[in-house]
């Protein structure tokens, strides 16, 4: 990957007059493992070698990556006597570190027009210090850690005076702080975030300074260190995918709706409901039994499976794996029972099945009758795909509340002797109701199940 990021440093005569462009030209994905790359240093410290002079970056690069290099820089042999980071939106290089260049270049600005004056009369950025375990219970931080949020929205153009309040602040924030780590968060432009990133380097008592990235799934360290890696990214707890299969009609969509609005109520609970049916989708409108024929109308002018079905969804689920959410409930199609043995998940499915962490089988034990073959052919599909493992419960759909029954642990006996073809014993729940017309209804055995889901997304410390 690092072979990739290729970094362009040349001497330029400039507006601020001789000095350094580093130019990041890259068209690859980088990965945080490039900060510790020798490759991507090497062209700044054959350059400070030959002169110290100031140093200029521009490219588009995440904000780990602009960080990271200031943060190097500042840390470094031979520093540059001063950074300066590329704006775009200003066709101008703006100084990042130190605060005494950053402020001379404001005051400069203030007494001529070389810049618009909305660039200097925003908001100025606040920052929130907070425990990172509060803030950040999803993670397990490697040492102990403080969090500090830049608070800005993404709407707001900050002032570029932000640069400079930026080191009173720091110098007060890290008077405070116990803890030899420090994590920054928040939306920011990418000079702030090099101008945060050169400030803490600067400050040799900070062990150990990593960025939020979302994209990476959690904090990329920034600041080499032998307690953390540099380009070492802390993962943040990413959502739990749990798939709800079944054969079609046993109830799959109304449980995964039933579900969805209970966990829904619970305060800063993040859920999601997927519908991953593309031939036979079940949206909150066709739950009205009175919507059936405009349903059947949709699959007939929808047409059969495609390969490019799975893919999207596929697509879908990996990008809802790094999303902010807490649980993620993936209603899954119940297979192709036109033939027999049934093929409950066809060819190219896989992928699908594949991008999830746990399983809810439904079956039926009402009128169907089909409750054994039900339960074993599931289990032996995803025995074949190696998902048995990832089959946490069960779920019986009955006919009446008089035989439901909340979770408990059930054993069938294996057919034949053969205990390995039989699947394990599962918490299991038999619950009335799931039928289109009483999908909005709320039941004990409802309750109990959406409180096993719930506890399958705490983090286990």
Known sequence: MAGNVIFEVKER?????QLYTGQLVTSAWLSPTVLADPVLRAPFEEALHRQLLPVGLSGRMPLWLAGGLVA????????????????????????????????????????????????????????????????????????????????????????????????????????EMSTPMLVLDGPMPLWLAAALAGNLASRRNLEVLALHAPLEGGFVVILDNPRVPIGAVIPQRQPTLVGIVGDPNHGKSVLSW???????????????????DAYSPTPGWSLNPLASPLRDEFKRIRGPWSEQDHENLATALRNLRRSVLDLVLVDLPGGD???????????????????LDKFILVCCNGSCRNYPKCRQGWYDTLKNLALDRALIAEVISVLDMGEEM????????SSMGQEDSSPPSLPCWRVAKLRRELVRETTKAIEDLAQFVYMLTQPRR
Do not use: M
């Open 13 to 17: 005569e400039t507006a601020l007059g």
């Open 72 to 175: 190097w820089l500042v840390r470094s042999a031979c520093p540059p006597p001063s950074i300066w980071v590329y704006e775009p939106r200003l066709a101008n290089y703006i100084p990042v570190w130190p605060t005494a260049v950053c402020r001379a270049w404001l005051e400069g600005l203030q007494r001529g027009p070389q810049l618009p004056s909305e660039y200097l009369q925003g908001p100025v950025a606040q920052y929130l210090p907070q425990n990172a375990d509060h803030a950040f219970p999803d993670i397990r931080w490697p040492v102990p850690a403080e969090a500090l949020t830049v608070r800005s929205t993404p709407q707001e153009r900050l002032s570029l005076f932000s640069i400079v309040e930026v080191e009173s602040t720091l110098k007060r924030l890290l008077a």
């Open 258 to 276: 039933k579900l969805y609005w209970q966990l829904q109520q619970r305060h800063g609970f993040r859920v999601y409901r997927l519908d991953a």
């Open 337 to 355: 029972h036109s033939q027999q043995p049934p093929v409950r998940i066809p060819p190219g499915r896989e992928k699908i099945f594949h991008a």
């Open 406 to 413: 909340p979770r408990r642990v059930h054993t069938v006996q």
